[in-house]
């Protein structure tokens, strides 16, 4: 197993999947990750699924950084994410993780158009893919937090008016879910993310759609 690492606003420790892909600055408070080459997380509807269909085959090969301790109760995690886009779908993504069928991304993206943009994606077996909104910079601020049995997922281009992207659950008991970090390059040759601003808030966001 790899080290486990210490991220400056994260309230436990975090195991990578490969250790030699993150880098913590903890003078700046940031992390960063190599994504490598045709690496994703993603586990695709036309695809096998649950079941085997000859469609694409499920891709499990991002780099994550997952907590070691999932968090109790209500909070709000967030980041602000710095990606060097190279190629389609690269990305820096706020990792939601409970197994390999039943995960959430929420992705600061480079889309098909080469535009930075904002895409969650939910899996119950198999993956979802809905894009948001695009952003006119290759900074953004993406947060998760959990209402309850409910989770929802938000962005903001300033750090301080929040937009909703979406709210979902899913099936059993959320107090084994973890969350972390991942970095992707599933069309590409790798690409780097940074997440800073780190922020962990064991807290319940009062109200989702008010911007705060």
């Known amino acids: 197993m790899a080290d486990r690492l210490t991220v400056p606003g994260m309230p436990s420790l975090l195991t990578p999947s490969s250790a030699g892909l993150w880098r913590i600055d903890e003078s700046a408070g940031a992390v960063t990750v190599s994504a490598e080459p045709r690496t994703d997380i993603f586990i695709d509807p036309s695809g096998d699924g649950v079941e085997a269909g000859g469609g694409p085959a499920p891709v499990l090969n991002a780099a994550t950084l997952l907590g070691d301790l999932p968090p109790v109760g209500d909070f709000q995690f967030s980041a602000r994410v710095t ?98 970090f991942a970095g992707q390059s599933p069309t590409g040759e790798g690409c780097s993310a940074t997440f800073d601003q780190i922020s962990f808030r064991p807290e319940r966001l009062a109200d989702l759609r008010d911007g705060s």
């Not at 389609?88 to 992705?107: N, P, S, Y």
């Open 83 to 180: 990606v060097e886009f190279a190629s389609t779908f690269d990305a820096g993504v706020l990792l939601l993780w409970r197994d390999e069928r039943c995960w959430g991304k929420l992705c600061f993206e480079f889309s098909p158009e080469a535009e930075p943009m904002i895409v969650s994606v939910i899996c119950r077996g198999v993956a979802d893919d809905a894009n948001a909104f695009v952003v006119p910079d290759r900074t953004v601020w993406l947060r998760v937090s959990r209402i309850g049995r409910v989770y929802a997922y938000h962005a903001s281009v300033d750090g301080t008016t929040w937009q909703l992207i979406r709210v979902f659950g899913f099936d059993g008991d959320p107090s084994g879910d973890r969350i972390g």
